[in-house]
């Protein structure tokens, strides 16, 4: 989700069903090395945008937009700028809010990870003592199933790539070292991929070396992470993969979309108990923009729907 002048092609599964789409005119800064997340922080009933990146100036930017009816108002909300990391929307503390998850560094090298805590619309940094880097990706999910968001988080860090599993218990956070292998540029998604009521973890990234990828799939054992071995295609540097049911049959299949320097698939594994079969879409995705590749699952008529923003193959930008 780079910029947010939008040319929107989707690819998905199904009969096709013509859709129009209207470019929205917003105050919204288009920026590059970004990271954006939706949620109601206000409470309102509409979709509130947090986002931060790189200006057309070279200079780092956050805010949160604040969505009236449509219209997109920032609210100087004192968010670090910062770039190349991730930023998601979370009620991390159970109060019934939205608060706001943030990690990146910025020009200066200053690295960051800073949960804000929404109080009735100001946004406060809380110290939750995680490590800093860049190339991050969060996942939250309540693993545990003790009624509060756990975090699964990636960054990288002095050459070195990290992976953790941190337990959220009222709002203080422990890694459990869970024995996660160090990756970096991938994606970390929680999903109950076994139906066995617990969240597992779908791991993606490339080592430190960037040697190769992994795409990785960790089966939750009463709260030990243990590598299923599911043999999913590793090829690709920078990527982003999603839980869905893509094939309806009622357990999580894995949406993936990567870029390799001289492919960029797009690829789906349908799970069969627990067996991944990979689907030849024959559908191209979209190379990084930048070093990243963002993607969003929906459904507007039954079936799984999908949009990714990236470069095509002649490095324009495509959405």
């Known amino acids: ?67 009236d009816e449509g219209t997109f108002t920032p609210i100087n909300a004192g968010i670090s700028p910062m770039h190349m990391g991730a930023i998601s929307w979370v009620d991390y503390d159970g109060d019934g809010d939205f608060d706001l998850f943030c990690s990146g560094q910025d020009y200066s090298m200053n690295a960051y990870a800073t949960m804000y805590s929404n109080e009735e619309g100001i946004f406060v940094p809380a110290g939750l003592g995680l490590p800093t880097g860049f190339w991050n990706s969060a996942g939250w999910g309540d693993y545990d199933n003790d009624g509060d968001l756990d975090l699964a988080y990636s960054w990288y860090a002095t050459g070195i790539a990290n992976s953790g599993i941190f337990m959220n218990d009222n709002g203080n956070f422990t890694n459990i070292n869970a024995g996660l292998p160090g990756l970096t540029a991938g994606s970390m998604e929680w999903g ?67 870029d ?53 193959e002649n490095y324009a930008k495509s959405t």
């Open 1 to 67: 989700m780079k910029n947010f002048t939008l040319l929107v092609c989707i690819l998905f599964a199904g009969i096709i069903q013509a859709q129009t789409f209207t470019e929205v005119s917003t105050q919204i800064t288009p920026c590059f090395f970004a990271s954006a997340d939706f949620a109601d922080y206000d409470n309102d009933g509409d979709q509130d945008l947090a986002i931060f990146g790189v200006d057309a100036n070279f200079n780092d930017i956050a805010d949160i937009y604040r969505n």
């Open 192 to 258: 109950d991929f076994d139906g066995d009521g617990d969240l597992d973890l779908l791991h993606t990234g490339t080592p430190a070396d960037f040697t190769n990828t992994l795409v990785l799939i960790f089966e939750n054992v009463d709260g030990d992470f243990v590598d299923t071995q599911t043999g999913l295609m590793d090829c690709a540097w920078y990527n982003n993969a999603l839980w869905d049911d893509a094939d309806g049959d009622g357990d999580l299949d894995v949406v993936y979309v990567g």
């Open 260 to 312: 390799d320097g001289d492919q960029y698939p797009f690829v789906v594994y349908f799970n069969t108990d627990g067996v991944f079969e990979m689907m030849n879409t024959g559908l191209f995705g979209v190379r990084t923009s930048n070093g990243n590749i963002g993607m969003q699952i929906g459904d507007n008529d039954g079936d799984m729907d999908v949009v990714m923003t990236g470069d095509d």
